[in-house]
């Protein structure tokens, strides 16, 4: 089975500029997360949808950052205007509500904001 | 909010030597996740803990979980280079089971052939 799948990989982009990571969750799971790892603050929990509705953003840093999921296997995280302090890496991960909640995480996305 | 202090934060091993990793939360424990991260990559979940007292094994990976102090361990026997990596554990940061993690920031492992 394919396991969660995150696109670019890697992202250059200058500040200013819009910036849409994408991810496809693991078939059958209706539970997606998106994180932010970086050194000084570890791994965060940006926003968290339930059948494909958001049901905690609170970590959403602010209005720059949007998330949205349209369907079931399909997610993208936007930030416009993109920061340096955006860098990052972005993680999505997915899981099933029912049986175990355990999250099976993407490869990510490295991102770079000069 | 619940933090988790992960301690070492960095480990440099012998290979064949025996190594262990603590996890302390600032609150109650509803269930324990343990990943391993090789560098460039996502995180690989390893083993999840739900009950006090359980105690769960992937290979020679053995996790144990401790309510009353609030911590769980992670044991690597015989450790090998492709032990290598950080090692994170998540816990249910809402104790309603809704599978949202608070993460700790890593016990960065290597292991020297």
């Known amino acids: 089975d394919a396991g969660v799948i995150q696109s670019p990989r890697h992202e250059v982009t200058e500040m200013g500029q819009e910036v849409t990571l994408r991810c496809k969750p693991i078939s059958g799971h209706n539970s997606l997360f998106w994180y932010r790892q970086t050194m000084m603050r570890g791994l965060e929990l940006l926003i968290y949808f339930n059948n494909n509705v958001p049901i905690d953003d609170s970590g959403m840093p602010e209005d720059r950052f949007s998330a949205k999921m349209p369907n079931a296997s399909f997610s993208t995280l936007k930030i416009q205007p993109s920061e340096p302090r955006d860098s990052a890496v972005y993680f999505c991960?997915?899981?099933?509500?029912?049986?175990?909640?355990?999250?099976?995480f993407g490869p990510g996305t490295r991102l770079t904001v000069l | 909010s619940q933090e988790l202090e992960q301690s070492p934060q960095s480990l440099i091993v012998q290979e064949g030597k025996n190594l262990t990793i603590n996890c302390t939360s600032s609150k109650t424990l509803y269930g324990l996740y343990w990943y391993k991260q090789k560098y460039g990559e996502g995180l690989i979940f390893l083993m999840m803990?739900?009950?006090?007292?359980e105690e769960k094994s992937h290979e020679k990976i053995t996790a144990k979980l401790d309510e009353k102090k609030q911590q769980s361990s992670l044991h690597i026997t015989a450790s090998q280079p492709s032990h290598a990596g950080i090692y994170l554990c998540g816990a249910d940061a809402s104790g309603a089971g809704s599978y949202q993690l608070t993460f700790g920031k890593g016990t960065k492992l290597s292991v020297i052939p």
């Open positions: 803990l739900q009950k006090g007292g």
């Open positions: 991960a997915s899981s099933r509500t029912s049986g175990s909640p355990s999250q099976y």
